[in-house]
């Protein structure tokens, strides 16, 4: 059993351990790139294709903040659109600032109470959000994978990713079926605080919109791929259409592991590795990264400005 200094400490240690792994790969990658060249590419951009990459970043998270209201309303009760805007623009800003997303959920939760939602049906959609996005983004990560190694006879240069990826979206699409044809199995095994995920998981799977909403949830991945490649086209990277679908998202699948701040570092690492398949170097693809690191971190601290009429946000800070 976990004592209270313990979880003290590992409140503490997590994030500081990922704050380290994040240092750590950057400083590692950044002695091995050429910022005279670097900073030459990133003065190539142009304003225009800067705004562009920010405005598809910011209708990323206006489909994400519809999809929640979609998944809130089969849940209980729906939220409204202009609330979970405001709420998801909020937990961006706290994902960007603090190495840990436990705050920026919690502000989804705790401000959905405000717009009529019980503290159950709040947490239970934030959940349900977080395991659809991850789900999603497996299964883009894995057309991405077929595609490299189909069209352009390559495999990604981690051994066993598309495997491990097929495996992870096969594992839960026939844990998916199971749980329908015999749900009542699932709950007698589970402990009872997970009786409502449970109920929560068959009402999505069952529902008539599910399709709708998975779909909306690859689109949500697809617009990363298509700002990234805005930016491609912006640095003059010998990079196209076809050739960003397959190199982009097992990035962006390999930054959603958990032992850094904001995928800083592992999407450098992963993009580092993808695009020299395609030929290109590795100054160039740490700038593409970077670029599209801190236009994603712009758009998380733009949420900064909801958060200071937030009411709870000493509460959250506090986390």
């Not at 976990?2 to 500081?16: D, K, N, Q």
């Not at 490649?229 to 699948?253: H, N, R």
Request: proline letters at 4%.
């Amino acid at each position: 059993m976990t004592t209270p200094s313990s979880r003290a400490l590992l409140r503490i240690g997590i994030p500081v351990l990922k704050v380290a792994v994040a240092l750590g790969l950057v400083i590692w990658i950044a002695r091995r790139v050429d910022f005279a060249e670097g900073w030459a590419a990133v003065r190539t951009l142009s304003a225009t294709t800067i705004w562009v990459s920010v405005l598809l970043l910011l209708f990323q998270a206006l489909l994400s903040a519809w999809r929640w209201c979609l998944l809130s309303e089969m849940i209980g009760q729906r939220l409204k659109m202009t609330g979970a805007m405001k709420l998801f623009m909020q937990s961006l800003f706290y994902n960007q600032a603090l190495p840990s997303p436990i705050p920026g959920d919690a502000a989804r939760i705790f401000g959905s109470v405000k717009y009529g939602l019980t503290v159950g049906e709040a947490t239970l959609g934030v959940v349900m959000d977080r395991i659809l996005t991850l789900f999603g983004l497996a299964v883009v990560a894995l057309i991405g994978l077929i595609i490299m190694r189909a069209f352009y006879g390559h495999d990604f240069p981690i051994p066993y990713l598309a495997e491990l990826t097929a495996l992870g979206v096969t594992g839960t699409i026939a844990s998916a079926l199971v749980f329908i044809w015999r749900r009542h199995f699932f709950i007698r095994f589970l402990p009872a605080k997970l009786h409502a995920l449970s109920a929560a998981l068959q009402a999505f799977i069952t529902h008539r919109r599910m399709v709708g909403i998975f779909l909306l949830t690859l689109v949500i991945h697809g617009l990363s791929v298509v700002s990234l490649e805005i930016l491609v086209l912006g640095l003059g990277l010998p990079l196209d259409w076809g050739q960003a679908t397959a190199a982009f998202p097992p990035v962006l699948l390999i930054a959603m592991v958990p032992i850094s701040v904001g995928g800083w570092g592992l999407r450098e690492g992963g993009m580092i590795i993808s695009l020299a398949v395609f030929g290109i170097g590795m100054t160039d693809a740490a700038t593409l990264s970077v670029v599209f690191g801190l236009l994603q971190l712009v758009v998380g601290l733009a949420g900064g400005v909801f958060v200071l009429s937030r009411p709870h946000s000493g509460k959250i800070k506090a986390l």
